[in-house]
């Protein structure tokens, strides 16, 4: 991915994040804001730690992709704190990710168009390495205090309710995830 691409992905969740008729004077526009300059800072620091991993890069190339890996690093931490919000290094987050709210920790990989409502946690269940994440299709929804832990697949469309808790493969696309443990909704 070249920087290019980047910016564009991030002006892309600019608009989804900062509306056009957008007021400051509004907490919720605050924290939004915010929240799109961490997702954005969090973007940058992912490519500059990929620029470094590159063997063609030349030594100055390097040097200024390592500085700016670690300013970006550090701003997004900065704005992890005050938005109460903390994506892995190695998460992998697909194009217009969504936010709402705070409380939010993000170890995995998230395909393009997922939403998260707040309040919740998506990560492995506690061994500490980068394996057995989660990994959500496109257009996934997560609900408010929603957790998802494991190395489990999440299929396209499915909506995650409030407070589920989610610890198996839900292979089929566009369901209603609910309960805990989790579990198809009923079409009743």
């Known amino acids: 991915m070249d920087l ?11 608009a989804l994040y900062v509306p056009f008729n957008y007021h400051f004077n509004s ?3 605050q ?15 992912q490519f ?11 030594i100055l190339r390097k040097y200024y992709g390592k500085m700016m890996y670690r ?5 997004r931490n900065i704005l992890g704190e005050k938005t109460n919000v903390e994506i892995a290094n190695h998460s992998k987050l697909g194009r217009r990710t969504q936010i709402w709210h705070g409380g939010v920790v993000v ?11 707040g309040n919740n946690i998506l990560g492995n269940k506690g061994e500490g390495n980068e394996t057995g994440i989660p990994s959500l299709g496109n257009k996934v929804d997560i609900g408010v205090g929603a957790v998802i832990i494991g190395g489990i ?3 396209d469309g499915c909506i995650i309710g409030a407070n589920a808790v989610v610890n198996k493969d839900f292979p089929n696309p566009g369901k209603v995830i609910i309960g805990i443990p989790a579990r198809e909704a009923s079409k009743n």
């Open 107 to 117: 170890n995995a990989n998230l395909g393009d168009d997922c939403v998260i409502h």
């Open 71 to 75: 300013y970006y690093l550090r701003k």
């Open 48 to 58: 500059y730690k990929e620029e470094l991993q590159m063997e063609s890069a030349n």
């Open 153 to 155: 697949h999440i299929a």
């Open 31 to 45: 924290k939004r804001f915010m929240i799109w300059k961490y997702l954005s800072a969090f973007r940058m620091a």
């Open 27 to 29: 907490f919720i526009h």
């Open 4 to 14: 290019k691409e980047v910016k564009e992905i991030i002006n892309e969740e600019k």
